[in-house]
């Protein structure tokens, strides 16, 4: 019997999870898998703030795909396009023509994008924080305008530079500001005298009246007060109106210059979902059933599979509203990790001709990080603050993050780290490398040609 083609679209927390036990529960003669993405690797996004603020290496937050999925094909490009009527798949390589993927399952998973509105001035001036480039980028950036900082003697220069608006009071944003925060407290103390750690000013916004609703709302307001405490500016019920040329307006009235404004407020499904002929909400997201089958109204759509930010699946432990709909599971590493397992061992169930059965969660709770060595946390009830949450939050996310090799190496930053200092160096110049060569070259004077001359022969008398 020939196997089974399963074509994995994305290598995230979904796709990257169940490929992964696809290849080890399934043999080749069952399935063979064929994973896509335009990245070599999978971005552990819970390490972002922390590799951002230097506390991990920010190769160690990524997973290369290719030393991971060694059973399964690897195909480095993007999907354009989806026929599931056809099962078919069109794929755009790096390099080269289009190839077109046939397959007897698909699995849905390209993620998510940065959630952004019509703001003026937005696109220009904000930068996201979900890829590892935006990470690296956000720091050196903010590295960098700590020595424009210092540097200038201009009070509205360095103003400019040492203001840091954050917007979206959720885990991303949440996580990342206070850990930017901390590193730059840190830097200003350690090494640069000319700069107090009180002429850095942050500011958060966030449209809703509370900061983290995942943890609580006792534990929401307890980091609403150790942000304030530290001299952050949580602006809560407020929302960015403009930011022209680096101009913030806020919907309080008040306004004022920044060169870093970073955009955390809320995802919404990869676009890459429009060039697909499966079913979508009016968010945008691939409809599920709990079984992580695609569903098309009472229709299930065969061989088709989704989950994680860019599928509604119904969470079957919820509350039903007035109308009896259950509510859908929240876009998070937590269901999408969990949500690929059960559908991974439902499509060894299709392939073998068993029963599925749903996704099904309990849900352990929400640990978030305030900085080194600070945090909060609510797991199965139990509330911490401080210390002992930060301690939580990094054990969870040790475990949850897949491979030994990246576990130690994570390990091993962290235990360095108690030894030696934080590296507070910017590496600005590697977002435009070809700038010192195209700056040498364009001072090289033109070769003159010129016309070579024949060597004159002495004659030699006898």
Partial sequence: MKPQRILVVGAGHVGLYAALRLSRKLSSREAEVIIVDPQPHMTYQPFLPEAAAGNISPRHSVVPI???????KIVAGEVTKISHGAKTATVQPYVGPALELEYDHV?????????????????????????????IWLRNHVLDRLDVGA?????????????FVFVGGGFAGIEALAEMEDMVRD????YYPELSPDDARWVLVEAARRILPEVGPEMGAY???????RGIDVRLDTRLESCVDGLVKLSDGDEFVTDTLVWTAGVKPSPMLEATDLPRNQRGAVTCLPTLQVVDGDRIIDGAWSAGDCAAVPDITGTPDQNGQLPFCS?????????????????????????????RHKH??????????????????????GWPAWMMHRTYHMSRI???????????????????????????????????????AATTPPRVATVPVPPVREKVGV
């Fill in 66 to 72: 290719r030393r991971e999925l060694k059973k399964c």
């Fill in 107 to 135: 699995i849905v998973a390209p993620g998510s994008v940065s959630r952004t509105l019509p703001i003026p001035g937005l696109r220009e001036t904000g930068v996201g924080f979900k890829t590892i480039g935006e990470a």
């Fill in 151 to 163: 540097s200038t003697t201009d009070p509205a220069v360095r103003s400019r530079a040492l203001t």
């Fill in 187 to 190: 830097a200003i103390n350690r």
């Fill in 223 to 229: 980091t609403a007060e150790q942000l304030t405490k």
């Fill in 331 to 359: 876009p998070s590493a937590q269901h999408a990790v969990r949500q690929a397992k059960r559908m991974a061992d439902n499509i060894r169930a299709s392939v073998r001709g068993s029963g599925l059965k749903p996704y």
């Fill in 364 to 385: 352990v709770g929400s640990v978030a990080s305030l900085g080194l060595h600070k945090g909060v946390a609510h797991v199965y009830g139990v509330k911490l603050k």
């Fill in 402 to 440: 897949p491979s030994v090799n990246r576990k130690v190496r994570v390990i091993a930053d962290w235990t360095l780290a108690l030894f030696l200092r934080r590296e507070v160096v910017p590496l600005g110049s590697l977002h435009t490398p070809h700038q010192p060569f195209d700056e040498a």
